[in-house]
């Protein structure tokens, strides 16, 4: 997903060309998939950020600065809309635990995670699990789009010193995680 490939695209796409925006749509889609499925559980819950992501895209794009990167650009507008859901998320769960004090609820079946990155190990997912949305966004962004900290520290408007501590944390979570995992399973730990 590279910005300059998709400058003339993007120019087109800013002037309401619909096969512009499938074109953006098909080079992009992957990437911020990916992104998403790595901070987000819950294969409907994908969607429905996915859908809202190219949606704000499509209203943005008149601000965007074609001077900035484009993947970085995307990339907070994905971001964003993930935080957004867990902010209305948590509300609806904080309404639905009030409503439950309030009456008694049947049981429901609980229903199973679905693998939705085929590419990611079971193992690798379950230790990204392990760690808070915080430090989990922190390692996506580091390892799977090989941000620099500095850009990590731009796209969630953190303090660099943050981003520092939330990765440095990150690491010790994943190795500690790993370890239990190791021992666990009685194999050899492959994060060190």
């Known amino acids: 997903m590279q910005g300059s490939d998709l400058t003339p695209w993007l120019q ?25 499925a790595l901070l987000v559980s819950g294969r409907q819950d994908i969607e429905d950020i996915m859908n809202e992501i190219y949606f704000k895209l499509w209203l943005s794009l008149p601000n965007y600065d074609p001077n900035r990167p484009f993947r970085n650009w995307l990339h907070g507008i994905a971001i964003r809309q993930v ?48 760690l808070s949305y915080k430090l989990r966004i922190v390692v996506v962004l580091r390892y799977y789009h090989e941000y620099s900290l500095t850009e990590i520290s731009e ?29 666990e399973e009685g194999g050899d730990c492959f994060v060190h």
Request: charged share 40%.
């Open 155 to 183: 796209l969630l408007a953190v303090p660099l010193g943050t981003v520092k501590s939330r990765h440095h944390q990150a690491l010790k979570e994943l190795r500690k995680h790993s370890v239990e995992l190791d021992l």
């Open 12 to 36: 087109r796409l800013k002037e309401g060309d619909k096969e512009a925006f499938r074109y953006v749509y098909d080079r992009t889609v992957d990437n911020v998939y990916r992104t998403v």
């Open 83 to 130: 935080q957004d859901w867990r902010r209305r998320k948590w509300r609806k769960f904080r309404l639905f635990e009030r409503q439950k004090m309030l009456e008694i609820q049947p049981e429901h079946p609980r229903t199973d995670r679905v693998i939705v990155w085929n590419e990611t190990t079971r193992e690798l997912l379950e230790l990204l699990n392990h």
